[in-house]
């Protein structure tokens, strides 16, 4: 079993957690976006050094409304989540109204099933 954390639960900087996450022994972190938006550095970079401390990016939770959430803003979260090494893009509940049509719901799921938008 693996084990992991979700970044958005501890306090400092990105480097600082994932340093806290390390020593705590994880295999792994789930990364909030404001952890990567505030992180001085790429996305490249962020990945680059959790793999130097041993972790994997489990997850990536780019967005708070899969449905609501513009086109480019999706196909960015895509890439950094390629970037960052990530295995699973996380998917919260969507706030109530945003889906304009149950056919942008399914192209959503595809699109994150394959990684393509």
Not at 94 to 104: D, H, K, Q, R
């Amino acid at each position: 079993m693996r084990k992991s954390i979700a970044t958005v639960s501890m306090s400092g900087t990105l480097r600082a957690k994932l340093e806290a996450i390390a020593a705590a022994r994880f295999d792994g972190y789930e990364l909030f976006e404001n952890d990567l938006i505030h992180f001085n550095g790429s996305p490249a970079a962020a990945g680059a050094l959790a793999a130097d401390l041993g972790l994997t990016c489990e997850l990536y939770q780019p967005f708070r409304d899969l449905e609501g959430t513009p086109d480019a803003t999706f196909r960015r979260s895509l890439g950094l989540s390629a970037a960052l090494r990530c295995g699973s893009l996380f998917r919260p509940p969507s706030a109530p109204g945003s889906c304009s049509t149950p056919s942008m719901a399914r192209r959503r799921f595809r699109s994150m099933r394959s990684g393509v938008c």
